[in-house]
């Protein structure tokens, strides 16, 4: 079974700063799909950025980048030029790319990083 | 183009009581996966089902069931309600396959006196 684990149960930030939030998970699989969620007070799940396991390239999208290390099994966000906006918990999350039955709907989540941004 | 729904938003039960909880996915989506959030963790996920099909089960006990109805809408059922089955229930719809983007409902806050 997949394991997500974000280490950081808080982070903060000043506004305009860079902050990188963590995760590391484990699996056996060589194809797999990485998510970074944010989940603000309002509760709705929002997709940030998602990498594929097969590609080297790093995802970045807008002020938000990821560091995929595949050998380590690690899978950090980097926020830039951090907004008031960017406030919320974080959710790392992990889906298999298997066929042959697996549930594509089964995402595995960390324990989530509480992020505050000081004006 | 709305998003998906979730109703209730909020609901109050006690123990030994059962539950039924409502999603309409996003149009054109036909798989929902449900998930359970307790405070301060991360989502756990209890189902999903595709084409009106359960296509994959998490490690919950048989108190909880649900079902996806032809026009793709979902209910989560649960019965013989716990307190420790206070949570937010989360259920996200997405288009079929591995690549397809889960997009999530609000929530109902569900909590078990």
């Known amino acids: 079974a997949q394991t997500v684990t974000q280490s950081q149960p808080e982070m903060s930030v000043q506004e305009a700063e860079t902050v990188t939030l963590s995760c590391t998970y484990d699996t056996s699989e060589s194809d797999y799909y990485l998510f970074w969620y944010k989940q603000p007070p309002s509760r709705q799940m929002i997709l940030v950025i998602r990498?594929?396991?097969?590609?080297?390239q790093n995802a970045t999208e807008n002020r938000f980048s990821v560091n995929f290390q595949k050998a380590a099994k690690s899978f950090s966000l980097k926020i830039s030029d951090s907004q008031l906006g960017d406030a919320a918990m974080y959710f790392c999350?992990?889906?298999?790319?298997?066929?042959?039955?697996?549930?594509?709907?089964?995402?595995?989540f960390g324990q989530g990083t509480i992020l505050t941004v000081h004006p | 183009d709305a998003g998906v729904t979730q109703s209730p938003t909020h609901l109050i039960k006690t123990r030994g009581q059962h539950v039924t909880l409502r999603c309409s996915p996003i149009?054109?989506?036909?798989?929902v996966s449900w998930y359970q959030q307790v405070l301060g963790q991360g989502p756990q996920f209890i189902f999903q089902y595709y084409e009106k099909e359960e296509r994959g089960r998490g490690n919950f006990p048989d108190r909880f069931s649900a079902r996806q109805f032809p026009n793709y809408s979902s209910e989560l059922n649960v019965n013989a309600l716990l307190l420790g089955d206070s949570a937010l229930y989360l259920c996200?719809?997405?288009?079929?396959?591995?690549?397809?983007?889960?997009?999530f409902g609000e929530g109902s806050r569900l909590t078990v006196l």
């Open positions: 996200a719809s997405s288009l079929a396959g591995p690549t397809g983007e889960l997009f």
């Open positions: 999350a992990y889906r298999s790319q298997s066929a042959g039955g697996t549930s594509y709907g089964k995402l595995t």
């Open positions: 990498q594929e396991a097969y590609k080297q």
């Open positions: 149009s054109g989506h036909k798989s």
